[in-house]
């Protein structure tokens, strides 16, 4: 139960007709884990563990032999992601993502840029956490918060993103709400 709560406190989950149901920041960590930590999210893994546990209290195995071998594992495991790039990262959860992020609706490319039209919408990475931008940073320097369309609070937050109000007549440029 405290699990729960802390998963739901940290909106990683909601409470949802007595279910529990992904927020996208919980998707972006289980994309993360079962993309470069796999073993550590297989059911087969918890099963496993738990009879280990259940054998520790039993005074069958040995528990610092089963953190020994726990660690050596975890310790390889995080090894093997240490020369991964921001990018390599976010070019995967971008993969896994995507059709989340950016589903298609019928009326072409859900991922063309809406404010310059020809840029590529991809997850990025800021100091603030990870968000949703145009491919033509600097010259496009349109973002929207990591909410998936149509989700809970997506049309709060499109309210507060930068939106497009039309062109000034005297330079041509494109006039912009912005937060911030």
């Known amino acids: 139960a405290s699990i729960l709560s802390v998963l739901q406190e940290r909106d990683y989950v909601r409470l949802e007709k ?21 073993r550590y999210v297989e059911y087969s893994f918890t099963a496993e563990l738990e009879d280990e546990l259940d054998e520790i209290s039993n005074g069958k195995i040995n528990w610092k032999e089963v953190l020994r071998r726990f660690w050596k594992a975890f ?56 968000f949703v931008g145009c491919s033509n940073y600097p010259d496009c320097r349109f973002t929207r918060q990591l909410v998936a369309p149509g989700a809970e609070g997506a049309d709060d937050a499109a309210a507060l993103l930068p939106r497009t109000l039309g062109t000034d007549p005297e330079t041509g440029l494109s006039v912009t709400v912005r937060r911030g």
Request: proline share 8%.
């Open 75 to 130: 310790h390889g495991a995080v090894e093997e992601t240490r020369e991964l790039r921001v990018r390599d990262v976010l070019d995967a959860l971008d993969a896994l993502l995507g059709p989340h992020f950016f589903p298609d609706t019928g009326k072409g490319d859900p991922r063309v840029c809406p404010d310059c039209g020809n840029g590529r919408m991809s997850l990025k990475l800021g100091k603030f956490g990870a």
């Open 18 to 38: 007595r279910r529990f149901v992904p927020e996208d920041r919980g998707r972006l960590v289980t994309a993360f884990l079962t993309s470069f930590f796999p």
